[in-house]
C-alpha cells in the first residue's frame, strides 16, 4: 500500500503550550488509522493541522507526496482531504440536503455571474450536485430528513450529517474527530459499518475517537498521543496490551472490574 | 430510602411547536444515584433543563423536596439546593480556575463567610488535584477531562443536596470516563449528595446507580432498580451490547 | 372687489371660507423643514407664512381671489423636498411654491421647478440658488455675498487687512467660505487661515489654536448655532485677543443665551430685523419690520427672527408678483424680475440679472453688549 | 512647542469625552454582548435634565445628582422592558433596536425640550488655566478627573469584587452563569444602569465646555464607539486608551493637516490601526476555538 | 428568459403584477415619485442582503457606495459631458471599485470591528466628497445633472425604468442565493472554518459579496443622482446608511425577499409618518422621528427574525396545523433513533 499523508515531525506551539511535540505518522491508500489519547493529548490539533485549519509550528504534511505547507486552507477539499469536527459545525439554517451540497463546492465550478443569471450551465451542475448529496443522505441514512432545517436535528443526526457532507466532495482521506461521542452502542456500531464500507470504496480515514468498541473494531493501526507527543503505534491488538497506552489511557483490567 | 428529594409530574416540552417530551414522570429519592438513559435526541437533556429551570416552554409540574418549583427560574433554583452540570460542561472559558470555583459558591457569598468557601475550596481541589496545580489557568485553556472536573467542582462548591450531571463523560478518555463516575459515588457517600446521571455508556451508569429510567423520543419506556435495567433484553441489546473489554 | 373673510387657523380652511360662491382660492405650495435638522428654520418661516396669509385674505386676497397655502413637510432631506414639490404640483395642483428653508432641498426643488416651469421662492442662504438666474427662481434672505461683503466694507473702515475664518463644513459655511475667498482681494484682505468645524462638533479648540498662531487680526465665523457660540466660548478659555465677527447664521437672541458673558465685544452681520427698536425711523423699512414684530409677537407670543422675516417676505412678493400678473399666475416669474418691494429682510429690487434683490447695504453690523445687540453706527 | 502641547492638551480633552461615552459601551457589551448605540442619548439626557432642572430653580449640584438617577433609570428600564424582551436577536438586530431606542429617545427630547441648544454653567469659573503658555479650562479638568474616577472605580468593581466576577461570568457564559445562581438579566440591568450613570456624567460635565441639545449624542455616541472598538471590545482601559489617541488624532489632524478632514483623518488612522490590529489595540482575550 | 423567471413562481408573479399596477392603482402621481425612491433604496437594500444576510457581514457605510455611484455619474455627464448611460456604467464599475479595494483591506476584520471599518469608510467617503470641491462641487453640491431620456423623462418612466432594474436585481439575487454560489455565502454566515474545510475561499467570496452589493448601490446613487439632478453630500451619511441597514434587518436580514419588503415597508412609514405631521401640526418635536424610532423597537422586539422569516414560519404553522398527521409523521422521522 502507498503512503497517502505523511507527517514529519509536527509540532503546534499555543503560547507556551506545546499542544503537539514532534510527531510523526503515515496514513495508506485505503487504511483507517486511529488516532487516540487522553484529553488533551493533542489529537484535535493534529487534526486542524492535517486539514489545514491551523497551521503547524515545525515540521512537515506532506499528501500524495506533495508539501501542504503552502496550501491555502480551501484548497485541501479540492486536493482530496475533507473532515468532520468535534463541536459540531453545521450549517444551521440551512437544509440538510443543502449542507451537504456545499461539501461538493470544490467538485463544482459556475461562477458568480452565471449563478446569478441561472445559466443553463449553472442549472445542470445544481441538479447534479442535488441528486449526489440526496445519495450521500441516504446512505447515512438521512434521506427522510433531507429537507429539515440543519438546526433541528438532534446531535447525532448531525454527526452522520456532517459525515455525508464530508463525503460527496468524494475525498481520497476523510478525517473524523470524534464521529461517535454522545451516540449509544447501537448507533456507534452502526456508524462503525458505515466506515468500513467507505474503506472499502477506496477512501482512507484518519480517526480520532475515545469509543474504544469502535477504534477495536475497525481501526487498521492506532496511534497513541499522550501530552503533545507519540507514545505508541500498531495494530488495535498491540495497542492494547501497551502497558505504556494502558497506564495513560485505557486503565487496567482490575479499574474496570473493581465497578464493573 | 430516604423520602423524594426530586419529583417530576407529567412533563412536556416544546421546542417552537414540536413537542419532544411527551408527559414524563420522575422521582429521585435522598441519597439515591439514578440514572437516566436513552438514546440520542430522546429527550434526557431537555428533561434536566425543564428541571432545572433552563427550558421555559413546559407544561407539567416539579417538585424539589417539598416546594414546587416548575416555575421558578434556574438562577433561583440553584440557591434550593440544586445543581447542574450541563451538557458539554459550560465552564467560564475565560476566567481562571480559581473564580469559575468562586462563581459557583457566589450565590451563598452574603450568608457564608468567604473564609468559610476558601475552607470548602481546599476540599475541592484535595478531591481534584490538578485543578489546584491549575489555579491560575484560564478554563478554557484546561483539557476536555480537566474541564469536566472543574464542573463537577463548581458544582459542589453550591453546596447541592440534588446533583445533576448531564453526559459527564462526554468525550473523555475511557480512563478519565471511569474516574468522573467513581468520584460521583464518592460524593455521594462522603456528602450524601442526591444523583440524577444522564450517560451514554450504560453499562458504566448502571453500575453505581440504584435506580434508572430509560427514556425513548420524549417518553418513559423503562423504570427500575439498576439490576432490573440491566436485565432487561430490549435495554440490553440497545444500550449496552458488549464492551470492549469483551473484544 | 368682493371682499374676502379671514378665516381661521387653518390657510386651507380659510381660502374655502372667502371663496365661497365667488372664485377658486390662489393655491401656493410651501416645503419648509418642519422636522430634522433645518427645523429652527421651517418652524418660524411657516408661522409667519400663516400669520400673512390670514391678513392677505383679510384685506381681499388677490384680484378677488383668497390665497390658500399647502404646506408640506421636507425633514431637511434633499429627496423629501423633491417628493414634495412634486406632490404639491401633481396633488394640490399649486400654482407656484415657496421654500425651502435649506439650501440643499431648495435646490433640488429649483431643479424641478425650473423643468416644470412652475415659480418658485426660496427661502435658503445659498448664493447658487439663484446665481446663475434662472426662470422664475427667486430667494429671500441675505445671501453669504451680503454677509461678506458688508464684513469687508466693515473690516476696511477698520483698517483690518488679515483675517481668519473658521466656518461650518454644511453647506451654509461653505458658502461663506467661497464668498469670502471670492471677495477678500477686492476688498485688499488677505486670508491667513480657512479652517473648518463639524455642525455637531463638541469642541473647536484646535482650530482656533491654530488661528492663534497667526498673525490674523480678526476672526470670521460662518455657521448656525451652536456651533459659532462654542467657538465664542472656546476662544475665551484659549484667551483670544482678536475680535470674532459672527455671520448672520446665528443672529438670534438663542446665540445671546448660550454664550453668556463670553459673548461681550462679538460682533455680527445681520438683517435690521435683529434689532427693531433700533432702527433709523427714516429707513423706509422701518415701519414694515414694526408691523410685521408686532403683528408676530401678538400671533406666537415670540420675537421672530430672520428666518421668520425670510417666509414673511417670500409670501409677500409672491402676492405681489400675483398681484401685479392679475392673478395669473404663469406670468409670475416674468412680472417677478420687475418687482420692487421693501421687506422686512431688506428692501428688495428684483431684475432680469438678480432674482435676489437686495444689496450689503440692508445689512448692519451689530455688537454684543451685555447680552443685548447694540447696532453699530 | 506651545502649539504643539496646546493641540495634546485639546485632544485630550475632547479624548476623555470620548472615553467616558466608550466606557459606557464596554460596560454594557461585556455583561450582554449588545453594542447599546443610545448610549450617546444617555449623555445627551444627561445634560438635557440638568439644564431642565436648572431651568426649575433646582441648585447645580442636586440638578446633575437628579440628572444622573434618571439616566440610570432610564438605562434600567430600557433594559428591563425592552433588551430583556430581545434575547434571542442576532447582534445586527440588536444594534438596530439600539439605534431605535437611540432614535426614540432623541424624537422625545426634541419634543420635551424643542431643538435648541443650551448652556450649562461650569463647575466651577469659566476662567481659563494657564500652564506655561498652554490654556486649558477649568472644566476640562473635571472631564479628565471624571473619566479617571469613572476608569478606577470600574476597575475595582470588575476586579476586585465577587460582583464583577459575577459580570464577568455572565458574559463569557450567560447560561452557565444562570446555574450558579447569577442572574444576567440583573447583571445586564446593572450594566446598562452603570452606563447611563457614566453617560449622564459625561453629558453634565461637557456640556459647559460647549453645549447641549437634543441631538449631540449622536456624534458622541459614534466617536465614543470607535474608541471601544479601536481599543478593543471589552476592555475599559484599552477604550480609554484608544480614545485619547483619537482625540490627540483629531487635534493634531486640525491643526497640522486640515480641520476640514479631521474626522477623516481620525477614521482613516482607525482603520489603519485596525489592519494591524484586527481586534483592536488590546484585542479581547481569546482562548481560540479550542478543539474544533 | 423563463430559467430566469420559472422558478420563483408564485411570489415573483404577485410582485410583478404589484409592480407593474401600482402607478396605475393609485391615485395620483405622486406615488410614482414614491415609488421610484424607494425602488432606488431597494436596490441598495438588496445587494446589503448579500452582504450581511448572506455573506454576515455587518456593513455600516453602504451609503458611501451609494454616494459614490450617485457623484461617478453626476460628475462624468455634467462635467465631462458623457451621457447618462455611459454615466450609469461608470456608477456600477467604480463603486465595486472601492468596494474591492476596501474589501481587500478589511477582509481581516470581523463582526463589530469589521462594522467599525465600514462606518469609518462611510465617513471617510462622505467627507472626501465634501472637501474635494472643485470636482464634487463641496458641501454645497451639484447643480443641473441631466435627466435620463428613457422614453421621455416623465415620472412613469423612471418609475419603470427603476423598477425593471430592482427587478433584474432582485432575480439576480435570488439566483444566487439558491446556488453554490449562495449557499456558500450562507455557509460562511454560519461556520468560516467549516466552510473553508469544504472548499470555500472564504476571503474571496467575502470580497465578492462586498464588491456585488458595491455595485448595485452604486448603480442606485447613479439613478439618483440623475432622478435628482440635484446631489449633495448630506444624502450618503451614516443616517443613511443606517436607513439601508433598517430595511435589511426589518425585512428579515436572510431573505432578498425581505430586504425587498424592508425598503418597502420604511418606504411606507415615511409616507405614513408624513401624513401623521399633517395630522398634528404645530408640535414642536420630531413626531415622526418618535413614531420611527418606535416602529424599529417594535419590530425588533416582536419579530427578531424579520418580517419575511416570520411570515413565512406563520404559514408553515398555519400549514402545520391544516394537515396535522403531517407532522406527526414529521416528528417520529425526527426523533426516531
Ligand atoms: N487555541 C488554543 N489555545 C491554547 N491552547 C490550546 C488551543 N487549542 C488547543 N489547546 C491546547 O492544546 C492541547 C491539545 O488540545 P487538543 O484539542 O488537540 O486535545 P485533544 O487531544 O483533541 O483532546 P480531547 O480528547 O479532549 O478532544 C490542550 O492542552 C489544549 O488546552
Ligand atoms: N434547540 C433546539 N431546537 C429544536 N429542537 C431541539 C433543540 N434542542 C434539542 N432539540 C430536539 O429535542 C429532542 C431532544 O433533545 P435532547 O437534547 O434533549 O436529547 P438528548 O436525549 O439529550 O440527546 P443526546 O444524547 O444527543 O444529548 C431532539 O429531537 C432534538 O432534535
Ligand atoms: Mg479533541
Ligand atoms: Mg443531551
Not at chain 1, 509536527?10 to 489519547?37: H, M, P, T, W, Y
Not at chain 2, 417530576?8 to 420522575?26: F, K, N, Q, T, W
Not at chain 2, 488535584?129 to 464542573?151: D, Y
Not at chain 4, 456624534?219 to 465614543?224: F, Q
Request: aromatic share 6%.
Amino acid at each position: 500500500m502507498t503512503t497517502l499523508l505523511e507527517v514529519q515531525d509536527l509540532s503546534r506551539d499555543f503560547g507556551g503550550v506545546r499542544a503537539v511535540n514532534r510527531v510523526d505518522f503515515q496514513v495508506r491508500q485505503g487504511e483507517i488509522l486511529a488516532l487516540i489519547g487522553p484529553n488533551g493529548a493533542g489529537k484535535s490539533t493534529v487534526l486542524n493541522m492535517v486539514s489545514g485549519v491551523i497551521p503547524p509550528s515545525e515540521g512537515e504534511i506532506r499528501f500524495d507526496d506533495q508539501p501542504m505547507s503552502r496550501v491555502p486552507g480551501y484548497e485541501y477539499a479540492k486536493r482530496g482531504i475533507t473532515r468532520t469536527f468535534q463541536n459540531l459545525q453545521t450549517f444551521d439554517d440551512m437544509t440538510v440536503l443543502e449542507n451537504v451540497m456545499v461539501g461538493m463546492h470544490t467538485k463544482t465550478k459556475a461562477s458568480l455571474f452565471s449563478c446569478g443569471m441561472s445559466l443553463g450551465s449553472a442549472r445542470r451542475e445544481e441538479q447534479i450536485m442535488q441528486a449526489r448529496a440526496g445519495a450521500w443522505l441516504e446512505k447515512v441514512g438521512l434521506g427522510s430528513l433531507s429537507a429539515w432545517q440543519a438546526g433541528s436535528l438532534p446531535y447525532g443526526k448531525l454527526r452522520l450529517m456532517e459525515i455525508a457532507r464530508a463525503m460527496v466532495a468524494e475525498p481520497r482521506l476523510l478525517l473524523l474527530d470524534e464521529p461517535a461521542a454522545g451516540l449509544n452502542h447501537t448507533e456507534t456500531a452502526e456508524m462503525s459499518r458505515m466506515f468500513q464500507e467507505i474503506r472499502e470504496n477506496g477512501t482512507a480515514i484518519l480517526l480520532v475517537e475515545h469509543d474504544m468498541d469502535m477504534i477495536m473494531t475497525i481501526a487498521d493501526r492506532i496511534v497513541v498521543l499522550d501530552q503533545g507527543s507519540k507514545i505508541a503505534e500498531g495494530t488495535p491488538r498491540e495497542i492494547q496490551e501497551n502497558p505504556r497506552v494502558i497506564a495513560a489511557y485505557l486503565g487496567t483490567e482490575e479499574q474496570e472490574d473493581s465497578r464493573g | 430510602m430516604g423520602k423524594a428529594i426530586l419529583r417530576v409530574e407529567s412533563m412536556r416540552a416544546r421546542y417552537g411547536p414540536v413537542e419532544v417530551l411527551h408527559g414524563i414522570d420522575l422521582k429521585v429519592n435522598e441519597g439515591e444515584i439514578v440514572s437516566l438513559l436513552g438514546s440520542n435526541g430522546a429527550g434526557k437533556t431537555t428533561l434536566l433543563n425543564c428541571i432545572c429551570g433552563l427550558h421555559g416552554a413546559k407544561d407539567g409540574k416539579v417538585w424539589l423536596k417539598d416546594q414546587e418549583i416548575t416555575r421558578v427560574p434556574a438562577e433561583l433554583v440553584v440557591t434550593r439546593g440544586m445543581a447542574h452540570v450541563p451538557e458539554r460542561r459550560q465552564i467560564f472559558s475565560t476566567l481562571t480556575v480559581e473564580d469559575n470555583l468562586w462563581l459557583g459558591a457566589s450565590h451563598r457569598m452574603p450568608k457564608t463567610s468567604k473564609r468559610e468557601i476558601a475552607k470548602e475550596m481546599a476540599t475541592v481541589y484535595e478531591r481534584f488535584p490538578i485543578l489546584a496545580e491549575r489555579k491560575w489557568q484560564l478554563g478554557g485553556t484546561l483539557s476536555g477531562g480537566q474541564q469536566q472536573m472543574l464542573a463537577i467542582g463548581r458544582a459542589l462548591l453550591s453546596r447541592p443536596q440534588l446533583l445533576l450531571l448531564d453526559e459527564p463523560s462526554l468525550g473523555l478518555a475511557p480512563l478519565i470516563a471511569k474516574e468522573i463516575l467513581a468520584i460521583v459515588q464518592e460524593i455521594r457517600s462522603q456528602w450524601g449528595t442526591t444523583v440524577l446521571l444522564v450517560e451514554q455508556n450504560a453499562r458504566a451508569a448502571l453500575a453505581i446507580s440504584d435506580r434508572a429510567y430509560v427514556l425513548s423520543t420524549g417518553t418513559v419506556m423503562l423504570e427500575g432498580t439498576a439490576e432490573m435495567i440491566k436485565s432487561d433484553p430490549r435495554v440490553q441489546s440497545a444500550y449496552l451490547g458488549h464492551s470492549h473489554e469483551a473484544v | 372687489k368682493p371682499a374676502a373673510e379671514a378665516g381661521g387657523g387653518q390657510p386651507a380652511a380659510s381660502g374655502q371660507a372667502a371663496e365661497a360662491g365667488s372664485k377658486e382660492p390662489i393655491k401656493i405650495g410651501a416645503v419648509f423643514s418642519m422636522t430634522g435638522p433645518n427645523s429652527p428654520l421651517g418652524v418660524p418661516e411657516k408661522q409667519a407664512v400663516e400669520m400673512l396669509v390670514k391678513e392677505i385674505n383679510g384685506a381681499g386676497g388677490v384680484d378677488g381671489r383668497s390665497v390658500e397655502v399647502v404646506f408640506e413637510d421636507d425633514k431637511s432631506d434633499n429627496t423629501e423636498a423633491v417628493k414634495a414639490i412634486k406632490k404639491l404640483v401633481s396633488k394640490e395642483k399649486v400654482v407656484a411654491v415657496l421654500g425651502s428653508s435649506g439650501s440643499g432641498p431648495s435646490l433640488g426643488m429649483a431643479e424641478f421647478s425650473q423643468a416644470e416651469k412652475i415659480p418658485l421662492i426660496s427661502m435658503a442662504a445659498a448664493d447658487q440658488i439663484t446665481n446663475p438666474v434662472r426662470a422664475g427662481i427667486f430667494k429671500t434672505p441675505h445671501t453669504d455675498v451680503h454677509g461678506t461683503k458688508r464684513i469687508y466694507k466693515y473690516l476696511k473702515e477698520k483698517g483690518i487687512t488679515k483675517i481668519a475664518m473658521l466656518n461650518d463644513s454644511n453647506p451654509y459655511g461653505s458658502g461663506w467660505t467661497q464668498q469670502l475667498k471670492k471677495y477678500a482681494p477686492e476688498y485688499g484682505i488677505t486670508i491667513v487661515a480657512e479652517e473648518k468645524y463639524g455642525t455637531k462638533d463638541p469642541s473647536m479648540s484646535s482650530q482656533l489654536t491654530k488661528i492663534k498662531g497667526t498673525d490674523a487680526q480678526a476672526l470670521i465665523v460662518a455657521g448656525t448655532n451652536p456651533g459659532p457660540a462654542t467657538i465664542v466660548k472656546e476662544a475665551k478659555q484659549l484667551n483670544f485677543s482678536i475680535p470674532i465677527i459672527s455671520s448672520h447664521g446665528s443672529a438670534n437672541s438663542k446665540f445671546l443665551e448660550l454664550v453668556g458673558d463670553a459673548g461681550n465685544g462679538v460682533l455680527m452681520v445681520a438683517g435690521k430685523l435683529l434689532v427693531p427698536d433700533q432702527i433709523d425711523a427714516n429707513d423706509p423699512q422701518a415701519a414694515v419690520v414694526k408691523k410685521f414684530v408686532d403683528g408676530y409677537k401678538a400671533a406666537y407670543n415670540v420675537e421672530p427672527d430672520g428666518f421668520a422675516g425670510y417666509g414673511y417676505d417670500g409670501l409677500n412678493l409672491m402676492v405681489e408678483g400675483l398681484k401685479q400678473a392679475g392673478g395669473d399666475a404663469s406670468k409670475l416669474g416674468e412680472v417677478l424680475e420687475k418687482v420692487k418691494h421693501v421687506g422686512v429682510t431688506g428692501e428688495f429690487v428684483f431684475s432680469a440679472e438678480d432674482h435676489n434683490g437686495l444689496t450689503e447695504d440692508s445689512m448692519i453690523m451689530v455688537e454684543v453688549k451685555d447680552g443685548k445687540f447694540q447696532i453699530l453706527k | 512647542m506651545t502649539e504643539l502641547l496646546q493641540y495634546v492638551a485639546n485632544g485630550l480633552v475632547s479624548g476623555g469625552i470620548y472615553a467616558i461615552v466608550a466606557v459606557g459601551f464596554i460596560t454594557i457589551y461585556n455583561v450582554s454582548k449588545v453594542i447599546n448605540l443610545a448610549q450617546g442619548e444617555f449623555l445627551m439626557l444627561g445634560g438635557m435634565v440638568t439644564v431642565a432642572m436648572i431651568g426649575m430653580n433646582v441648585p447645580y449640584a442636586l440638578a446633575a445628582l437628579l440628572a444622573i438617577l434618571i439616566v440610570t433609570l432610564i438605562g434600567v428600564m430600557m433594559q428591563r422592558y425592552v433588551i430583556a424582551y430581545v434575547k434571542k436577536a442576532s447582534p445586527i438586530s440588536l444594534i438596530i433596536l439600539t439605534i431605535g431606542i437611540s432614535t426614540l429617545i432623541r424624537g422625545l427630547a426634541s419634543f420635551i425640550w424643542g431643538k435648541d441648544a443650551y448652556a450649562l454653567d461650569p463647575i466651577t469659573s469659566n476662567q481659563p488655566i494657564s500652564l506655561g503658555g498652554v490654556n486649558i479650562a477649568q472644566q476640562s479638568i473635571w472631564i479628565l478627573a471624571a473619566v479617571l474616577i469613572i476608569l478606577f472605580l470600574l476597575w475595582y468593581l470588575m476586579d476586585r469584587t465577587m460582583l464583577g466576577k459575577k459580570i464577568n461570568a455572565c458574559s463569557v457564559n450567560p447560561m452557565a452563569a444562570r446555574l450558579m445562581g447569577i442572574s444576567p438579566a440583573k447583571m445586564s440591568m446593572l450594566a446598562f444602569g452603570i452606563s447611563g450613570a457614566t453617560g449622564a456624567i459625561a453629558g453634565i460635565v461637557i456640556a459647559p465646555l460647549s453645549v447641549t441639545s437634543y441631538d449631540i449624542g449622536v456624534l458622541l455616541g459614534i466617536k465614543g464607539f470607535s474608541a471601544a472598538i479601536l481599543g478593543g471590545l471589552g476592555n475599559p482601559l484599552g477604550a480609554a486608551v484608544a480614545a485619547f489617541i483619537l482625540g490627540i488624532v483629531e487635534s493634531l489632524g486640525a491643526g497640522y493637516i486640515s480641520s476640514g478632514m479631521k474626522d477623516a483623518i481620525a477614521f482613516l488612522v482607525l482603520i489603519a490601526m485596525l489592519l494591524v490590529k484586527p481586534s483592536g489595540i488590546f484585542g479581547e482575550r481569546s482562548v481560540g476555538k479550542g478543539g474544533l | 428568459m423563463k430559467q430566469l423567471f420559472g422558478k420563483w413562481g408564485k411570489g415573483l408573479g404577485i410582485y410583478l403584477a404589484l409592480m407593474i399596477l401600482f402607478p396605475f392603482v393609485m391615485p395620483d402621481e405622486y406615488y410614482r415619485s414614491v415609488g421610484i425612491v424607494i425602488g432606488l433604496h431597494a436596490i441598495v437594500s438588496i445587494g446589503l442582503c448579500l452582504v450581511m444576510g448572506l455573506a454576515g457581514q455587518i456593513s455600516l457605510g453602504q451609503a458611501a457606495f451609494w454616494g459614490i455611484g450617485a457623484y461617478t455619474s453626476a460628475v462624468l455627464t455634467t462635467k465631462f459631458g458623457l451621457t447618462p448611460l455611459l454615466g450609469l456604467i461608470a456608477s456600477a464599475i467604480v463603486p465595486a471599485l472601492f468596494a474591492f479595494i476596501l474589501g481587500r483591506a478589511i477582509a481581516g476584520l470581523q463582526g463589530y470591528y469589521l462594522a467599525m471599518a465600514t462606518l469609518a469608510f462611510g465617513y471617510i467617503v462622505q467627507i472626501g466628497i465634501s472637501e474635494w470641491e472643485p470636482v464634487t462641487g463641496g458641501a454645497s453640491g451639484m447643480i443641473s445633472i441631466p435627466k435620463i431620456a428613457f422614453f421621455g423623462d416623465s415620472e412613469l418612466s423612471m418609475y419603470y425604468l427603476i423598477w425593471g432594474i430592482v427587478t433584474c436585481v432582485l432575480l439576480f439575487s435570488l439566483n444566487l442565493m439558491h446556488s453554490r454560489i449562495g449557499r456558500a455565502f450562507r455557509a460562511i454566515h454560519k461556520s468560516e472554518i467549516a466552510a473553508t474545510s469544504m472548499g470555500v475561499d472564504v476571503r474571496k467570496f467575502k470580497l465578492n459579496a462586498f464588491v456585488v452589493s458595491g455595485m448595485f448601490a452604486g448603480i442606485s446613487g447613479g439613478l439618483y443622482a440623475h432622478y435628482m439632478g440635484i446631489l449633495d453630500p448630506q444624502p450618503f451619511g451614516m443616517h443613511e446608511s443606517i436607513k439601508f441597514l433598517t430595511m435589511v434587518v426589518i425585512g428579515g436580514m436572510t431573505s432578498i425577499w425581505g430586504a425587498l419588503i424592508g425598503a418597502l415597508l420604511i418606504g411606507f412609514i415615511s409616507e405614513g409618518l408624513v401624513l401623521l405631521s399633517e395630522v398634528v401640526p404645530g408640535l414642536q418635536g420630531d413626531v415622526d422621528t418618535i413614531v420611527f424610532g418606535a416602529i424599529l423597537v417594535l419590530i425588533v422586539m416582536f419579530m427578531p427574525e424579520g418580517l419575511v422569516p416570520r411570515i413565512r414560519s406563520m404559514y408553515e404553522k398555519a400549514q402545520a396545523k391544516k394537515a396535522p398527521a403531517k407532522t406527526e409523521q414529521r416528528m417520529e422521522g425526527k426523533a426516531a433513533t
